[in-house]
């Protein structure tokens, strides 16, 4: 067993006040239907955040010195009424709205018309370091873009764009920024079940309804943004010489963007109302002065989708039970755990529960703009976005461990929990990029992301694995991610105690964590933009 801080005697006992039965409290609470599913800005995302704050403070946590326990996210909610048609010499497509296409407006307008012609732009990538121009020698200013999600690294290839895992160049969001800094009005996606991991009717569920932007002037302004079907964009393709012969010509480093011979009329209104939402936070200081701007960051999301409709048309509340009320109660659980214990570690922790994560990490990223520390000498991010539920396990998967030297402090405590570090479990669906500490990690700070193992004791050999692939397919992002009875806690527990030992860690260490040499981030100098 390694002689670190995080094994030592004080450490059991901090673990030992970290109970189940404090994260279940929670998690009942915070995935009750009273709360409507803590939509950004909503009267129960509000409750949400007044129960957290509750939390921190009856636990005795400090709030944060110019902050107190709340940080204010200015943010616009934007209700989409869109319509789009597609128009060439061969004849019109109207696609179905939801069922078909979804699309909103990318900046704070209340009506957004544009015509302009479509362009195929493959991947949408421009990445010098693999000889990889979508757009060399092409003028997409003005033009709506149709691009492909994921990027063209393949398992058969693992040095080029890392293989089976999906890097940011693959993310939705590296798409929409590219083609904004390009000049383009719009960008299309193309969705295919295969490529982004889920089906369409994520897609719908996550871009109908009210849509949010930090406010002031949008980082990557387009007019419209949006995804269109597998079927819709193959029939897209069609007409420019055949779908199947330039989806494969995009996969070839030589492609270059071009035009499909479409005009897009899109047109979308938008109802406009400013949100009053905030990241919560609090602080245990640390024992050190000299480290007191040196923070260890516990984090989870605590926003989820709010209420809708189903295809039926009836009301329904989307609970995010695991989705992420179960990594508040985690955090929550840990900090009234540090707090009755009177642990005190050389750096302060910080506990955040960020706001608007699945509006696009849009709370975390407003954090990164507006640090309570300097980002320069924050210390690390631990994540959370998704507890397990299901029973103990064999492993631990978290992501990132290989990208910094944060990561042999995680292999370290889950060596001493009794767990095995696995790999990223699904790295071809880039989860680094699309959770919480992921703004972080852009703006130079190391972090984690502490998702679960699927190697549950007890169960038989794929037993984990069939349950990921059955939640993802029929539970998330739908109004089934609600509480149960017969959740089990104890994978959760094993979760919460590896991230706490970690802390424990990386609070008691004489030098800050660093990224590993080939990593694509680094630390920020004090006063560097990110």
Wanted: proline share 6%; hydrophobic share 40%.
């Amino acid at each position: 067993m390694p002689n670190t801080k995080a094994s030592k005697p004080f450490v059991e006992s901090l673990l030992g006040a970290f109970r189940a039965n404090r994260v279940e409290a929670h998690l009942r609470f915070l995935s009750h239907p009273l709360l409507e599913g803590r939509g950004v800005g909503t009267r129960g995302g509000r409750l949400a955040e007044e129960y957290i704050r509750s939390v921190y403070a009856a636990a005795g946590l400090e709030p944060v010195p110019g902050w107190g326990y709340r940080q204010e996210v200015p943010m616009l909610g934007m209700t989409p009424e869109p319509a789009v048609e597609f128009v060439s010499a061969e004849g019109v497509i109207t696609p179905e709205y939801r069922q078909e296409y979804v699309l909103e407006a990318g900046v704070p307008e209340e009506r957004v018309e544009v015509t302009a012609p479509l362009v195929f732009a493959g991947y949408g990538i421009d990445a010098p370091e693999y000889g990889w121009h979508d757009y060399e020698g092409v003028d997409v200013r003005g033009k709506i873009l149709l691009i492909r999600v994921n990027d063209p690294g393949t398992p058969e290839r693992p040095d080029f764009f890392e293989g089976r895992a999906l890097t940011y160049y693959g993310r939705w969001t590296y798409k929409f920024e590219e083609a904004a800094r390009r000049g383009a009005a719009g960008a299309i996606l193309i969705h295919t079940d295969e490529s982004a991991g889920y089906g369409w009717n994520v897609v719908r569920t996550s871009n109908t309804g009210e849509q949010y932007q930090l406010e002031g002037e949008p980082r990557f302004p387009l007019q419209v943004r949006g995804w269109v079907t597998e079927r819709v964009g193959r029939e897209l393709l069609a007409q420019a010489g055949g779908a199947d012969e330039l989806l494969a010509e995009s996969e070839s480093g030589a492609f270059r963007a071009r035009p499909l011979g479409w005009e897009v009329r899109a047109r979308v209104s938008s109802a406009i109302r400013r949100v009053r939402t905030a990241n919560v936070l609090a602080m245990l200081p640390g024992t050190e002065p000299a480290l007191a701007e040196q923070p260890v960051v516990l984090m989870a999301h605590h926003d989820h989708l709010g209420t809708g409709r189903d295809e039926q048309g009836e009301p329904v509340i989307y609970a995010g039970a695991i989705d992420n009320a179960s990594g508040v109660a985690l955090i929550l659980a840990m900090a009234e755990a540090f707090a009755v214990t009177g642990t005190a570690l050389r750096r302060p922790l910080l506990f955040l529960a960020t706001t608007a994560e699945e509006s696009g990490l849009l709370g975390a990223d407003w954090y990164t703009r507006h640090p309570v520390w300097p980002l320069a000498t924050t210390a690390a991010v631990l994540n959370v976005d998704g507890a397990n539920l299901q029973g103990e396990t064999e492993d631990i998967a978290p992501l990132g461990v290989e990208r910094s030297t944060l990561g042999d402090a995680v292999r370290r405590a889950a060596m001493i929990e009794g767990l095995e570090l696995r790999p990223e479990q699904h790295p071809e669906k880039g989860s680094f990029f699309r959770q919480d500490h992921f703004p972080f990690a852009r703006a130079g700070v190391p972090g984690i992301a502490f998702d679960h193992g699927l190697h549950y004791r007890n169960r038989p050999e794929g037993w984990g694995e069939a349950w990921y692939e059955e939640y993802i397919a029929r539970h998330y992002h739908q109004p089934s991610d609600s509480f149960r009875e017969d959740f089990d806690y104890g994978g959760a527990l094993q979760q919460g105690r590896v991230m706490m030992r970690t802390a424990v860690e990386v609070a008691e260490a004489d030098d800050l964590p660093e990224w590993r040499e080939r990593s694509v981030f680094r630390r920020r100098a004090a006063g560097e933009a990110g």
